[in-house]
């Protein structure tokens, strides 16, 4: 006998709302951000290739016209393009990790402070002795 992925033995009743093919509510939730910075590297990487490519092939005298700017030399177009493309996604995909990271909850439900060390909560007399009579 086989059991479903997503089986839960202590379920009283079946839910019609998924089965052993589907992922329960939530895990989709939980999973986008990590998809979110897979996107965002796979960009980066995509654009890192592309620098390469215009690199080796676009000759150093061509010439394009950009709307807005004007004539501009094509190679180094191309290059401030990919490389900024690059950067930026590399940037913003580790920021996205970084504060998935340090928004995780801890053992006790809490979230992470941004320093990473969990402050105990205390009372607010316990905090008046801790920082001494007030002026």
């Keep these: ?13 079946a839910c019609a709302c998924r089965d052993h093919l589907t ?12 998809r979110t910075v897979a996107l965002l590297c796979t960009l980066a ?6 620098f390469i490519v215009s690199y080796v092939t676009i ?14 030399q094509a190679l180094h177009f191309a290059l401030g393009m990919t490389l900024s493309l690059a950067l930026s996604c590399l940037g913003a995909g580790a920021r ?17 402070r941004r320093t990473g060390r969990r402050i105990p909560r205390t ?11 007030k002026p």
């Excluded at 006998?1 to 009743?13: C, I, K, Q």
Aim: aromatic share 6%; proline share 14%.
């Design 123 to 133: 009372s607010p007399s316990a905090r008046s002795a801790v920082s001494g009579p």
């Design 23 to 34: 992922a329960p509510p939530g895990v989709r939730d939980v999973q986008r951000p990590d």
């Design 1 to 13: 006998m086989t059991v479903p992925v997503w089986h839960n033995p202590r379920a009283t009743e």
């Design 45 to 50: 990487v995509l654009a890192a290739v592309g």
């Design 59 to 72: 000759p150093a005298n061509a010439s394009i016209f950009v709307f807005p700017i004007g004539t501009v």
């Design 96 to 112: 996205r990790w970084a504060h998935g990271q340090m928004s995780q909850p801890s053992a006790d439900g809490s979230l992470a």
